[in-house]
């Protein structure tokens, strides 16, 4: 009984409307106390009080059917993008509700004011949504879900405790995954920045002798089908497939600089899991190895349906680390597991030339045996400092700072390319397109 009790007041709070009526009561008695002519007004207004809260009690815990809630959260949340939540209602109470709702989602998010209010008639039904966007790869727990009822009294409010959905995985952003397959599907990557690229000549790898439409290359007529047929036939070819495409992710601290509430490696494992999709899809062969003080993970380039998911789970729990890259071990690593020329994908990042030189020598090692493509990154912060018109001393020097980095990274650009080593500059938010867009021009030019 005394903890049947204890459960029934712990769930139990007075609301402001009653605060309000009892602020009233207690005025009628001072003015009682002056006026004599009010009489027995005030102690008529307090026990309407008191039967109007017992009353209003009664109903919030009299009924056997009260409330149903629950919270839908996806199996696993996309890291840095709008997750959907949703909290469906249900009042099976006999009379109108107004509810208040408290969700305990994980500390990760640092939010505290995650309120929803809502009003529910008899049987309605009502479903809440709202979004959240992780900026870190790793495990979510979701606490409980309070929902706060009140009567159309509104003197007090009962709380019903639903128990949390539990520990939620974060992956990388699987949701841009599949916004870029269907596109890629549906030929609408343009949309979103990838571009057609013209095809530099022709593979070898012959599909199909077709009629001519307009757009052909003139140079592809086949005019001996063209004599048959006594129309304009054109020899058909299609890209070479299953090349091997490598991302190759660098974990070191060089990659733990944040970006929008996000590190650079997170950007780059995004980027990676979805150029690897593209890949995929261009019938290509994707791998994944990441890299800091010695090789962490290897998996080998392969097409099959299960790769994807193979690769997202090595990527789901890869962290940074406060070494340098071991670029030696990098090396080895990719002379033991490439067996054939490859595409490397090198996700790094040089914030000095110095840092460049460093590793410049295993870059070009590495050049000699693969197609490598080294990408890293810009340093917006520096390039808006840059590019603000400075109003003192002290706004000179910053911007005169800012240029001499900024410069830095067009010479590493003009560095690598010098040895024969592809690179590209970008700045985070734009990664993912630039990469993708750089993969298609290199399989349109046919330089793997």
């Known amino acids: 009984m005394k903890k049947l009790f204890k459960q029934f007041y712990t769930n139990l709070f007075l609301e402001n409307r009653l605060f309000i009526a009892l602020g009233t009561c207690s005025a009628l008695f001072l003015f009682a106390f002056f006026l004599p002519i009010l009489g027995d007004i005030p102690y008529i207004a307090f026990s309407v009080l008191v039967a109007?809260?017992?009353?209003?009690?009664?109903?919030?815990?009299?009924?056997?059917?009260?409330?149903?809630?629950?919270?839908?959260?996806?199996?696993?949340?996309?890291?840095?993008?709008?997750?959907?939540?949703?909290?469906?209602?249900?009042?099976?109470?006999?009379?109108p509700i107004s509810v208040g709702i408290i969700d305990e989602i994980p500390f990760q998010f640092q939010k505290r004011n995650l309120w929803f209010n809502a009003s529910l008639k008899p049987k309605e039904q009502k479903i809440i949504s709202y979004l959240l966007r992780p900026t870190k790869r790793g495990e979510y727990e979701f606490g409980f879900t309070r929902l706060f009822v009140k009567s159309p009294l509104g003197l007090v409010s009962r709380r019903f405790n639903v128990e949390g959905t539990g520990i939620v995985p974060v992956?990388?952003?699987?949701?841009?995954?599949?916004?870029?397959?269907?596109?890629?599907?549906?030929?609408?990557?343009?949309?979103?920045?990838?571009?057609?690229?013209?095809?530099?000549?022709?593979?070898?790898?012959?599909?199909?002798?077709k009629n001519y439409v307009a757009g052909d290359d003139i140079r592809t007529i086949n005019w001996k089908a063209t004599a048959r047929k006594a129309d304009f036939m054109v020899n058909s070819y299609i890209e070479e497939r299953s090349q091997h495409i490598y991302c190759v992710i660098d974990k070191s601290r060089a990659m733990k600089m944040p970006f929008e509430e996000m590190s650079l490696l997170d950007y780059a494992i995004n980027a990676s899991l979805i150029l690897s999709s593209v890949a995929l899809l261009k019938q290509d062969k994707a791998g994944l190895i990441t890299i800091a003080e010695k090789t962490k993970n290897v998996v080998l380039a392969d097409r099959r349906p299960t790769q994807l998911n193979k690769i997202m789970e090595v990527l789901y729990k890869e962290k940074t680390r406060y070494l340098e890259t071991d670029m030696e071990a990098l090396f080895v690593s990719l002379r033991s597991a490439l067996k054939q020329r490859s595409l490397v994908v090198f996700f790094t990042n040089f914030e000095s030339m110095s840092a460049l030189e460093r590793q410049l020598p295993y870059l070009k090692r590495i050049a000699k045996y693969h197609l490598l493509l080294v990408v890293f990154f810009e340093n917006t912060t520096l390039k808006s400092l840059s590019d603000d018109d400075a109003k003192d001393v002290e706004g000179i020097y910053i911007k005169t700072i800012a240029e001499k980095f900024a410069y830095e990274k067009r010479l590493m650009v003009k560095e690598l390319t010098k040895h024969g080593i592809l690179s590209l500059l970008t700045a985070p938010q734009n990664l993912t397109v630039n990469v993708v867009n750089r993969y298609l021009a290199i399989k349109a030019r046919q330089q793997i």
């Not at 995954?177 to 593979?203: F, P």
């Open 52 to 95: 109007l809260l017992l009353i209003d009690v009664y109903l919030l815990h009299a009924a056997k059917k009260t409330v149903f809630l629950r919270r839908d959260v996806p199996e696993r949340l996309s890291n840095g993008d709008d997750n959907e939540l949703k909290i469906y209602l249900e009042n099976f109470y006999p009379f």
């Open 171 to 209: 992956y990388p952003s699987f949701l841009k995954l599949r916004e870029y397959e269907l596109m890629a599907i549906s030929n609408r990557l343009v949309d979103v920045g990838i571009k057609k690229v013209r095809r530099v000549g022709n593979s070898m790898e012959f599909d199909q002798v």
